[in-house]
Structure formats: structure tokens, C-alpha cells
């Protein structure tokens, strides 16, 4: 029996086009009302994942349940909680936004279906543009049209197929807001993406996908951490408490931020040793102005996980969170 907070269960899938396993024992669930991002290179099978939980391929083993429903023998309960929104904007060019929004919502025999339309062009800043052809509208209008139109009938569960590819810098944050504001309304999203920044800046938790298998998962945060060498960063009132701080931690890394006074000091991330160098400089009389503990970058995560990294490669054992 899954949780009443859960939107998403999956357990076990498995998925081969031919002789190609796409997806390989995946197991993961989402919290109602929050964003997931599952991140991975092109072809990691992302996409293939989005197919299943919104019952447009069956898997070949395993379940998943979205909203309680099980997606291989609920379909139909299954599509009436979700909507889907793809890489190809699903909307008609030669129609208004408005008409757009207003023929579907009459395709879904939603009683209000032309108030819902006004309310969603105002919601994503679409009510100027309403009645001007989509063929006119930039790549960030139509992207966020092409999901204003899968909030009609108001889902439980919205899946993005990457849903910031190929736009803009300012496009891509309208539609980081939009995507966040959902997820505050209570709709849960589920996202792919390529992209480490948008994992990072959108997800409450995070699963990275590589050839098949989910080598990792965690919040941003969590996944940061599993990198050894965090680094710390220490500033001094002056050049000579510096010069003091950096021979007290000569068994240290440590390398030297003459602008801001400070040190960048390698540790293994351990509270140990983090006590270890703020112990010293405290007994030296030295006073750290500021202190900051450098993570690793989400990039930095993914390219060690996916082996493209030099250095220590980690186990996946260290790394998928049960
Ligand atoms: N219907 C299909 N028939 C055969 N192979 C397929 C089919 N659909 C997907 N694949 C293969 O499965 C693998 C995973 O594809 P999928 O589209 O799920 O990846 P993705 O992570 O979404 O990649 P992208 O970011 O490029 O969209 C790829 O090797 C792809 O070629």
C-alpha cells in the first residue's frame, strides 16, 4: 500500500527496445506536491520513464502507480489525474493562444472550459498575445502555452519532457517560476531535463538516470555532499593573518584568494578536520572573518557518477540512497 503522500511509485521497471535494456530495475517514488527531476544524457532513458508513468508504453516488469493508480492495469484512472507536456509544442499555430486553449477544453468536455482559458492566459502572462495567432508567438510564448494547456481539467500530476530546451536565458527563468509555482498550488511536477542547473535551481529531489539505471538520488544538496574534497574557505582581517593561517595549515591543500584575504583549504568534507583547522587558527589567536564550506557543483556530482570525471570514482553503493 503506498503513503497518501505519494503522487509517483515506481518499483522494478524494466524496459528493452529489442535487445536494448532502456531501463533497468528503476525504483523511486515522489512526494505529492513536489518537483523531481530525473536527469541523465541523452538517450539515459528519461524519456522512455515519462512514457510509462503516463501510460503511453508499458513497461516490460515492474509497477508504478501514479496517484494510487496502477499504470498498466488503471490507465484510464491514470490519465485522468496527469498531463504530459513534450519537447513539441502540442499547439496549433494557425489558431489564437485563446482558441487554442478554448478548443481543447471543449475537446475535454470541461463544463467552464472558456473561463479556465481566460484564467490560464492570465496565469502565464499570455493574455496580450491571446488572440494573435501561435505561429507568431516566440519559442518561450508557445512552451508556455503548450503548458497552460495542460492544466486544463487541472491534473494531479504534470510530467515535463524537457521543458526548457532550446529556449531563451529569460524564457528559461519564466518557466523555472512557473514550474515552481505549480508545484507550490499542490500539483506535483515531474520533470527530465539535460540541464544540472535547472535539476539544482527547481528540484526538491533528484534522480540521476545513466544507461538504464538510477545511480543516484538525492536533493541537491544530498547529492553535493556524497563528493569527497569539500572545500573550505577562510578569510582574515589582513595579509599577515593569512601568511600566519596558511603556515599553520601547510600539512593542508591550501591555496591562496589574495583579493579577499582568504584561503581555499581542501578537506575531505569531514567534521574532523573541519574542527582540526578552525582549532589551530583558534589557538594561534587567529580570528576567521568569514567562513564558508565550498560543495561540490551538481555538475561536478554528475560527471563523477557517470565516469567521465578523473579522480576516485565512487561505487554506486556509496551513492543510491535507500
Ligand atoms: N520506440 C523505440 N524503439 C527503439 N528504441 C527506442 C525507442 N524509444 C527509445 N529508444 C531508445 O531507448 C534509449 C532511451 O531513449 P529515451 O528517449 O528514453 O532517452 P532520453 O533520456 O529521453 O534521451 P533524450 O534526452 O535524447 O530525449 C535510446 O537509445 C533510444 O534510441
New binding site residues.
Partial sequence: MIQTNTAISVSGIEKS??N?K?LQNVNFTVRKGSIFALL??????????IKILSTLIKPDQGSAQVCGFDVTRQPNQVREEISLTGQNAAVDGVLTGRENLRMLGKLRHLPDSNQQADVLLERFDLLEAADRRVATYSGGMRRRLDLSMSLLGTPSVVFL??PTTGLDPQSRITMWKIITDLAHSGITVFL?T?YLDEADQLADQIAI?NNGKIVAEGTAAELKKLLPHGHIELSFRNEKEVQTARDLLGDYKVSLDGENQALIVTTDGSIKQMTDILNRLQNAGLSVAEFAQKLPTLEDVFLTIIGEKQGKEMSNDDLIRN
Avoid at 40 to 46: D, E, I, L, P, T
Fill in positions: 527496445f529489442k536494448i532502456v541523465g544524457s541523452n538517450g539515459a532513458g528519461k524519456t522512455t520513464m519532457d524537457e527530465t539535460q538516470l
